[in-house]
């Protein structure tokens, strides 16, 4: 289970809560969507690393002396 999901697991355990509060309620579901825009936001950063790190291979000069891919 990554970070993300406990957070959000978390968060919804106190959303259900007939314990919580207005306030801790609003503040739960705020942490509720950051995790859920952070989560996104680091499968993308990490989709671009791998994009960038493509890139750099193909337009790295090859083993064989030919010019590189484009």
């Given amino acids: 289970m990554s970070e ?3 957070i959000k697991e978390t968060v919804d355990r106190v959303l259900v809560s007939s314990q919580s509060d207005e306030v801790t309620r609003m503040l739960a579901t705020a942490l509720r969507q950051m995790a859920d825009i952070v989560e996104h936001q680091s499968w993308r950063i990490a989709t671009l690393e ?3 790190r493509e890139t750099e291979r193909r337009l790295s000069p ?3 002396g030919e010019p590189p891919v484009p």
Avoid: I, T
Wanted: aromatic share 12%; net charge negative.
């Fill in 4 to 6: 993300f999901s406990r």
């Fill in 62 to 64: 090859r083993d064989d």
């Fill in 50 to 52: 791998e994009a960038n």
